[in-house]
C-alpha cells in the first residue's frame, strides 16, 4: 500500500438555479474540492472555484470565501486551515451570489506515535504468530489515543524477497491499518510462513503520516520480533 493520499479532484457545479445573474454576468460558481475533505488542527487544504457566465464561459471575477464555523478559518484564496476538531463549513462568493456549503472535517492533531507495551516481542517455539504489535497516536490537546487513524507497519527485516519466511497478516510485507474506535489497533502480528526456515529475528517499523504528508513524530520506531 501507498502512504500518500492521492487527491482526485471532484468538480461541483453550484450556484443560483435561476440562473439569475450576479456581479459581472456571473451566474455560476464551479467549485473543486479535494476528494479528502478533512484536515488535522493547524494544518491546510486548498479549495478553488471558477465564476462563470450563463453560456458556462469562465469570467475573470474576484472570488471570496467565509465560513461561520469557528472550527475552521479560510482566507480570500480558498486555503482552509483547521483551528479545533468538529465539523465546519466554507462558502464561495462573487457578490450576493453564493456556493453551497462545502462540509469539512477537522480532527485532532496527532502529535505523538507510541508503541504500547515491549518493543521486544518473544514467539515461542511452535507458535504460529507473535502477539499483537500495538501502537497508538497521542494529542496533546486531547487525552486518550486517537481512534481511526492510519497507521502503516512495515516489515523491516529479514531482506523483503518473495521467500521472507515471517509476514504480516495475509502473506503482505507493508499493511496500513486504522486506529480502532479505542484508539489502539491489536491485529497487526507476524506470522511463521510454513515451509520455510524461521529468522532468528524480525523488525516491524511504524509510521503514521499527517494529512499533507509529513512525519508523525515517533514515526520510524520498531518491534523487535525474537522466533526460539
Known sequence: MTRAPLLAWLVLALGCSDLTEG????????IR???VTSV????ALQLTAQALDRDGNPVDQPISWRTADATVVVDNTGRVTGVAPGAGQVQAFVGSLSSEAIGLTVNARADTLALVGDSVVIVGPG??????LVVQLLSLAQAGPLPLRPVVYT?????LTDGTA?????????DTISTGTTGLDQSITVGRVAGLASPDSAFVAVRSYRA????????GQR?????Q
Open 212 to 219: 499533507s504528508g509529513a512525519d508523525v513524530a515517533g514515526s
Open 40 to 43: 488535522e488542527v493547524g494544518e
Open 166 to 174: 515471517a509476514l504480516l497478516p495475509g502473506g503482505v510485507l507493508v
Open 33 to 35: 474540492e479535494p476528494a
Open 155 to 159: 516489515l523491516s527485516f529479514p531482506a
Open 223 to 227: 518491534f523487535i520480533i525474537l522466533f
Open 127 to 132: 507458535v504460529a504468530a507473535s502477539a499483537p
Open 23 to 30: 456581479a459581472g454576468g456571473v451566474v455560476e460558481l464551479q
